[in-house]
Each structure stands twice: as structure tokens, then as C-alpha cells.
């Protein structure tokens, strides 16, 4: 079944009176060569049958389709379930594949990967829903699960933030908590027209290879991403004004700030993650 033949599409969501759903960011692809590419690139360089994949919103299945060429097993989690008899139609070639019908940010995905993994080593590839791309990401660098690698398909804008470079205008509190698991680099770029419908923005795919060890060492990294967090809420004052917000007051955190080795006229983009480590370390 060709899921980017529009004629198959319109056929398919006609005969199951589907429409598409806003609120769950549903922009369906249909560029025949974004799924390939993005199959390709979440393979974690294992033979193929020996991983499994874990994607998040198969959507009609396009994407899931190609997944299942590659990969020993495929796990995917859709919330809508008016798309739960389509899929059952797209995918019944496709025996590898497992459709959960659930929502990624409340499932136990340790449990759905024990359950349906095999004990495979695991990537996570997937059209991330717009509206949740942070949260979805966070929860599974936060998890500690350990996946191979994210490979992801999210709007160009959150794309750029998620990849910055220290010291950018792009660069916030995201980036460097994703800095903190894994190195994030933007692979290539997807026009709005591949999308049915086709969004307001552009796209890019990109990929998250986990970092076995993290880039810094640090006491409490709960405090660490508080600290950063607090200091790119209000990333145009000062260390000393910003991290007020993490709840400190200013001598506490002037003291800190020098015996750490840091300017207290420097702002949140001017640190770099070991530096952030350091004043929380200090602050510990
Ligand atoms: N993979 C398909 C494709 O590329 O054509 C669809 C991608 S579409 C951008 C996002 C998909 O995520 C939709 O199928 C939507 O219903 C699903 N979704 C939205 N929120 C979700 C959630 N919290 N948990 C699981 N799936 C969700």
C-alpha cells in the first residue's frame, strides 16, 4: 500500500470518515522520500532484525510502514483512536509492527518496551506531534532508557533551538538540557509542502545519538536544570537578577558565581554546560 499516493490517501481517509485533528498536530507526510531517508537514518548500524523501534504517532502509517523494513520490531504509540482501524488496514502486511493505542507522555514506555521489545536495543524515530516535540523529548532523554538514538522529525524552528550552539540566539534551556544527553545535530530539511496538511512553517529531521556518559559531571542535576532553566526564563538579565528565580538570593548567588570562575554580569546564553554545572555544584 503507497501512503503517499494521494489517490490511496483520500481513499483510505474517506472510506473511514476521517478527518484531521489540529489539537493533535496531525500533518500526515506524504513526500515519498522523507520516510526512507528517516528509516535510514535511525538505524543504529546493527544488522537489520536486530533493533527495534520505537515510534511515537504512526499517523496512517507512512512512516511506520518503512520502519518495519528496517528494524526487527516496531512499537507505535497513537493516541487518536479513530486511526487504530485505519492502521489495522495499512499495516496488516507489516507483522513486525505493534500499534498501542495510548498517550506517550502518560505510558510506562520501560514496561511497553519490555513488553513488545524482545530485548532489542532500541531507536526512537518518529513525525513528532508540534504541540508536545519538547515535552515528548525531554521525557525520553529524562526516562534514561537506553535508547540508541532519536531520529525526529519537528518544526524547523524547534529544530534550530533544539540543535544550538552555546552562545547563540537559538541557544536555551532546552538545548543544553538535550546537550546533556546526547549530541543533537539537524540531518535535512523538510518544505511544508510534504505534509497533508501542509502547516503554516517548515520542517527539519534531526538526530539525537544518546550519550553514554553525560558531558559533565554534577552533583545534583536536578538543580542543574533548575538553575538553567531560571536563568533562560529571564535570559536578558544578569546571572544574579536571573537566578533569583531558582530561589536564591543575590549574596548567595554573587559568592557563588565567584568562586565558581564566572563574570557576574554574564547571561544564561554566555555558559556553557560545564559552567552551569559548576555554579550549581557550588551552590550544592
Ligand atoms: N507518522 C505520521 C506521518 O508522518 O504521517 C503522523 C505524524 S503526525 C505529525 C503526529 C501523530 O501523533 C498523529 O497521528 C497524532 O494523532 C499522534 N499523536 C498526537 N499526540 C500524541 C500523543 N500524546 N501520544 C501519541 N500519539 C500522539
Do not use: W
Not at 483512536?81 to 507483522?95: G, I, K
Amino acid at each position: 500500500m503507497n501512503l503517499t499516493d494521494m489517490s490511496v490517501i483520500r481513499e483510505v481517509l474517506t472510506r473511514h470518515g476521517f478527518s484531521f485533528s489540529k489539537a493533535l498536530g496531525q500533518n500526515f507526510l506524504i513526500n515519498p522520500s522523507v520516510c526512507p531517508r528517516m528509516a535510514e537514518a535511525c538505524h543504529p548500524g546493527l544488522a537489520d532484525g536486530s533493533f527495534a523501534v520505537l515510534e511515537i504517532g504512526p499517523g496512517l502509517g507512512v512512516l511506520t510502514r518503512e520502519l518495519s523494513r528496517v528494524a526487527a520490531k516496531v512499537i507505535s504509540v497513537e493516541l487518536d483512536d479513530r486511526l487504530l482501524p485505519v492502521l489495522e488496514e495499512t499495516l496488516a502486511d507489516c507483522p513486525n509492527v505493534t500499534v498501542v493505542h495510548g498517550d506517550i507522555l502518560k505510558l510506562d514506555v520501560s514496561a511497553l518496551l519490555r513488553e513488545h521489545a524482545d530485548g532489542l536495543p532500541v531507536v526512537v524515530c518518529a513525525n513528532l506531534p508540534y504541540y508536545i516535540t519538547s515535552p515528548i523529548l525531554m521525557g525520553l532523554l529524562e526516562s534514561r532508557l537506553p535508547f540508541e538514538c532519536i531520529t525526529v522529525l519537528v518544526q524547523k524552528e524547534a529544530a534550530q533551538r533544539l540543535c544550538a550552539r552555546p552562545g547563540t540566539r537559538e541557544c536555551g534551556a532546552v538545548t543544553l538540557a538535550v546537550q546533556y544527553y546526547a549530541e543533537a545535530e539537524i540531518l535535512f530539511s523538510v518544505s511544508r509542502g510534504s505534509f497533508m496538511p501542509a502547516p503554516n512553517v517548515d520542517s527539519s529531521v534531526i538526530r539525537l545519538p544518546l550519550r553514554r556518559e553525560p558531558p559533565c559531571q554534577v552533583t545534583s542535576e536536578a538543580l542543574l536544570f533548575r538553575l538553567i532553566r531560571a536563568a533562560f526564563g529571564q535570559r536578558r538579565k544578569t546571572l544574579p537578577n536571573s537566578l533569583g528565580a531558582a530561589g536564591y538570593d543575590k549574596p548567595t548567588l554573587l559568592a557563588a558565581l565567584e568562586k565558581a570562575g564566572i563574570s557576574p554580569t554574564a547571561r544564561a546564553e554566555e555558559l556553557t554546560l560545564p559552567q552551569f554545572a559548576a555554579l550549581a555544584d557550588t551552590l550544592q
